[in-house]
């Protein structure tokens, strides 16, 4: 059996972090109350000062996040406009989709990130990162696969942008507690087999750091050549991956307001 083990975290002050690193979060749940997104405005406020080389958004911002004007709130509307704030800094903004996240490519999310996709990457000294949101590649959980396929089609797009706001947003909520129980049952495991399996695909393809959101716990799983890393969730931890662009190491750090 393949093992795997958390990796350590840093609390550090602004002085102790270089500037132009790259930093990578995942799965941060923010609310779509007014207000619920104040916790990570104020964190990208602190990270600007770092001036980062990149960051990458790994999936599920949002509790959901449905890219049509029916649903956009105050809360959806504060956070992009943060990260157009850091894109006219220059810094680039990449979102890769999580499952949470629904028809972003051509939405009013593109003109405030540099870049909406299913997966990135990018090279940092010897060693070349995919980032990745990882919810499919647990083929176990049939309910959630069925769910992905029926909601993100043209048709669902065509059909949400038919249906009065009131009904989508009830429909969208009643589906998404009854499928929360399956994602929930599949991930009081993490799949690490799974994991070093398509660790050890990617690498073929010249991958040997490959980064997950979804599962919530912070994990690092060996994988042949390369090397499996599971985000833990931003909206429990506060915690982002750092990877630095000349030597390629990472780690994990959680920024202290007060220093």
Same mark, same amino acid.
């Given at each position: 059996?393949?093992?795997?083990?958390?990796?350590?975290? %840093?609390?550090?002050?602004? @002085?102790? !972090? *270089?500037? /132009?690193?790259?930093?990578?979060?995942? +799965?941060?749940?923010?609310?779509? #109350?007014?207000?619920?997104?104040?916790?990570?405005?104020?964190?990208?406020?602190?990270?600007?000062?770092?001036?980062?080389?990149?960051?990458?958004?790994?999936?599920?911002?949002?509790?959901?996040?449905?890219?049509?004007?029916?649903?956009?709130?105050?809360?959806?509307?504060?956070?992009?406009?943060?990260? %157009?704030?850091?894109?006219? @800094?220059? !810094? *680039?903004? /990449?979102?890769?989709?999580?499952?949470? +996240?629904?028809?972003?490519?051509? #939405?009013?999310?593109?003109?405030?990130?540099?870049?909406?996709?299913?997966?990135?990457?990018?090279?940092?000294?010897?060693?070349?990162?995919?980032?990745?949101?990882?919810?499919?590649?647990?083929?176990?959980?049939?309910?959630?696969?069925?769910?992905?396929?029926?909601?993100?089609?043209?048709?669902?797009?065509?059909?949400?942008?038919?249906?009065?706001?009131?009904?989508?947003?009830?429909?969208?909520?009643?589906?998404?507690?009854?499928?929360?129980?399956?994602?929930?049952?599949?991930?009081?495991?993490?799949?690490?087999?799974?994991?070093?399996?398509?660790?050890?695909?990617?690498?073929?393809?010249?991958?040997?750091?490959?980064?997950?959101?979804?599962?919530?716990?912070?994990?690092?799983?060996?994988?042949?050549?390369?090397?499996?890393?599971?985000?833990?969730?931003?909206?429990?931890?506060?915690?982002?991956?750092?990877?630095?662009?000349?030597?390629?190491?990472?780690?994990?750090?959680?920024?202290?307001?007060?220093?």
């Amino acid at each position: 059996m393949t093992n795997s083990h958390p990796s350590p975290t %840093r609390t550090v002050s602004n @002085r102790e !972090i *270089p500037p /132009h690193q790259i930093f990578i979060i995942g +799965d941060s749940h923010v609310g779509l #109350s007014d207000g619920n997104e104040q916790r990570i405005v104020d964190w990208l406020g602190i990270l600007e000062q770092h001036q980062p080389k990149a960051l990458y958004l790994n999936g599920d911002v949002f509790h959901y996040l449905i890219a049509h004007d029916k649903f956009l709130t105050n809360s959806i509307r504060n956070f992009l406009a943060k990260l %157009r704030e850091l894109r006219s @800094r220059g !810094i *680039p903004i /990449h979102y890769v989709e999580g499952n949470r +996240d629904f028809f972003l490519k051509g #939405s009013f999310v593109e003109d405030a990130v540099s870049e909406i996709a299913l997966e990135s990457s990018f090279q940092a000294g010897p060693h070349k990162y995919l980032i990745v949101h990882g919810d499919m590649i647990n083929d176990r959980d049939l309910p959630y696969r069925f769910w992905r396929r029926a909601s993100k089609n043209p048709v669902s797009r065509l059909g949400l942008a038919l249906v009065p706001r009131k009904i989508a947003r009830n429909l969208v909520n009643n589906v998404e507690k009854r499928l929360a129980q399956s994602n929930f049952k599949h991930k009081r495991r993490l799949p690490i087999e799974l994991m070093e399996a398509y660790g050890r695909k990617r690498n073929t393809e010249g991958f040997d750091r490959i980064v997950f959101g979804h599962f919530h716990e912070k994990t690092v799983v060996p994988s042949g050549d390369a090397t499996v890393v599971v985000l833990p969730a931003w909206y429990e931890s506060g915690e982002a991956m750092m990877v630095s662009p000349e030597t390629g190491a990472y780690s994990f750090v959680s920024f202290d307001p007060s220093s």
